[in-house]
């Protein structure tokens, strides 16, 4: 597996790596990368990746998983190849983007099981705009605006976002670690969290940014009622 460098450098925007293999001509796995793959509800990253040698460039169209491997597809075809040396950078004002979207989800969700008792189903995390889904008895829009007031709130705090490892065992014994119903983290021995001092915690393998007012401020843009597991509120970020 490559070494995922997201992980622990978030803010990592430029890298070298050496290319493991490459796949009808455009599917690119790295030794290591920053490129986080589409995954946990969160857009992908993209950006361009640089052979050393004679500077030839491909740009990095999409990021997935793919048979437990991160797969960079790029374009054009046919220009990197096994063996290669390669530098790498990142598209910063869209992942940065997609940072501050993820962290503000972890708010809004925060306060969504805090004050609601709301159990989160789903996220789906874009440049645009972002979705949570949730389950909760009663659908009510004044409740659900309110939240996004308390989150905004919050964010003028700044509280410190860090990200940490725990044992395993010792993470799931706590309740409060696994957010998304029916979602447990993979089977590893350390498990990664993301905190945010003071207010939430949870496992989690997504790219935040490291104080809460990078985010900005959340703005409602609708809510859906898609059934009682399945309560959308679709927001974007100023
Ligand atoms: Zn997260």
Redesign the pocket.
């Known amino acids: 597996m490559a070494e995922k460098l997201y992980m622990d450098q978030m803010y990592l925007k430029e890298w070298d790596a050496h290319v493991k293999s490459v796949s009808q001509g455009k599917f690119v796995v790295l030794d290591r990368t920053a490129f986080y793959p589409k995954s946990?509800g969160?857009a992908w990253d993209t950006g361009t990746i640089k052979r050393e040698s004679d500077g030839k460039e491909v740009k990095v169209i999409y990021a997935g998983k793919f048979s437990g491997k991160i797969s960079h597809q790029v374009e054009p075809e046919g220009k990197i190849e096994k063996g290669d040396k390669v530098h790498c950078t990142l598209d910063w004002d869209r992942r940065y983007k997609l940072m501050r979207f993820?962290?503000a989800?972890?708010v809004l969700s925060g306060f969504f099981s805090k004050e609601l008792d709301a159990k989160i189903t789903g996220n789906n995390i874009t440049i645009k705009k972002a979705r949570i889904d949730f389950s909760l008895d009663d659908f009510d829009r004044d409740k659900i605006k309110e939240m996004i007031e308390k989150s905004n709130e919050l964010i003028k705090k700044d509280l410190p976002v860090e990200v940490y490892y725990k044992n395993r065992k010792e993470a799931l014994k706590d309740p409060n670690m696994v957010k998304l119903a029916n979602a447990l983290p993979p089977k590893v021995d350390k498990i990664r969290i993301?905190d945010i001092k003071g207010f939430d915690y949870?496992a989690?393998?997504?790219?935040?940014v490291k104080s809460l007012k990078e985010v900005g401020e959340i703005i409602f843009i609708k809510a859906d009622n898609k059934g009682k597991n399945n309560r959308r509120v679709y927001f974007g970020l100023k």
């Open positions: 946990g969160v993820h962290t989800a972890h993301v949870q989690d393998g997504g790219c935040h």
